[in-house]
């Protein structure tokens, strides 16, 4: 009887590890094939070599961009160096990207930012909130933009037990946000594990100065996140599912699932169209190929756009899709009055007009 036990469990446990094997290599697979989509209008923005992994336009046209994204596993041009923030005038013919200043009193060199978020005030005060990673840890940083000055003043750090493995964020009023875990554990062998055996541990969390709790969880890897124009929905991109989820926002800041949208390839940030409510995702086709990078085969390039979010039918068409010969490992798309911004998670940039 034992040794029917102990095979009985050897048994159930390689098929186990064979079933996640193969969901594994499915997830991370690289022999699909990329079929060109890129507007006739499109050029590489001098000057962001080094990553831009997010990327946040205001209604007023400047774009925020964070560059130099030192993140376990993924590439970097630049280690050595901190990471920044950009601006662009998308207003402007030729728009250019300029690094921004940032104010003394904070340690610049620890800077190492991953999602982005701005927010308006009342008086018209721009606040600009980054994920940032100092020493591979999670913080949240929020800066005031000084327009005319072309700078950022560091105005705090948050810290707390629920803000690990930090992805992205989405504000949505004073010291109040939406962020997204995107591994349980922190240790990168640990995280490859937490990969390869699809927990789904990561969640969403509410922050404010008040409350901070956990509003959804259950996801393979929580990335990209952004919110409706009405307000009253929140997306959320699940990269290891290949999914978004469309989420319903609360009084008590609690989102329950409405729906989840499958899309086939490893989804990254979101952003919505201004004009249309759209869902515009930057994704990534041919995943291994970041993990495994060889400049001889570069990882492709690929933005989604995801129209009627909420009906039984979203349309979903390509706007951007590249094998990498132009742009490597695609992670977010941003668009204003035609002109859309592409970023990557360690290579360039690229702007477009539609």
């Not at 601006?87 to 340690?107: R, T, V, Y």
């Not at 000084?146 to 705090?156: A, C, D, M, R």
């Not at 490893?266 to 994704?283: E, F």
């Amino acid at each position: 009887m034992g040794k029917l036990v102990v095979l009985t469990l050897l048994g159930a446990s390689l098929a186990l590890i064979g079933e996640r094997l193969l969901t594994f290599r499915e997830r991370f697979s690289s022999t699909r094939e990329i079929e060109s989509t890129e507007p006739q209008h499109c050029h590489l923005i001098e000057g962001l070599e080094n990553g831009s992994e997010d990327i946040d336009i205001l209604p007023s046209g400047l774009a925020f961009i964070s560059t130099g994204l030192k993140y376990p596993g993924m590439p970097n041009f630049a280690p050595d160096k901190p990471g920044r923030i950009f601006l662009m005038d998308l207003n402007e013919q030729n728009p250019k990207a300029q690094a921004l200043k940032i104010s003394d009193g904070f340690d610049k060199e620890s800077l190492n930012p991953h999602g982005i978020s701005t927010f308006v005030d009342k008086d018209n005060t721009v606040y600009l909130y980054v994920v940032n990673h100092p020493h591979m840890d999670s913080t949240v940083e929020i800066f005031k933009f000084e327009e005319q000055q072309h700078s950022l003043i560091h105005l705090k750090t948050i810290t707390h037990e629920l803000l690990k493995s930090v992805n992205d964020i989405v504000v949505l009023g004073p010291d109040q946000f939406y962020a997204t875990r995107d591994h349980y554990f922190t240790s990168y062998f640990l995280v490859l594990l937490e990969m390869f055996m699809d927990f789904q541990w990561t969640y969403v969390l509410f922050y404010s100065p008040q409350e901070v709790k956990v509003v959804a969880q259950g996801f393979s890897s929580a990335n990209g996140i952004t919110i409706s124009l009405d307000q009253k929905y929140v997306y959320v991109a699940d990269v290891m599912a290949k999914n978004i989820h469309v989420l319903k926002k609360h009084d008590n800041w609690n989102l329950t699932q409405e729906k989840v949208i499958q899309l086939g390839t490893l989804v990254d940030n979101l952003t919505v169209d201004p004009a249309t409510g759209d869902i515009l995702a930057g994704c990534h086709p041919n995943p291994s190929k970041i993990l495994v990078y060889n400049p001889e085969d570069p990882p492709g390039s690929e933005v989604l756009r995801i129209q009627d979010t909420l009906s039984d039918k979203p349309r979903v068409s390509t706007l951007y899709a590249n094998n990498g010969s132009v742009l490597q490992g695609s992670s977010v798309a941003s668009v204003y009055h035609g002109k859309m911004l592409i970023g990557t998670v360690f290579h360039k940039a690229l702007y477009c007009e539609l």
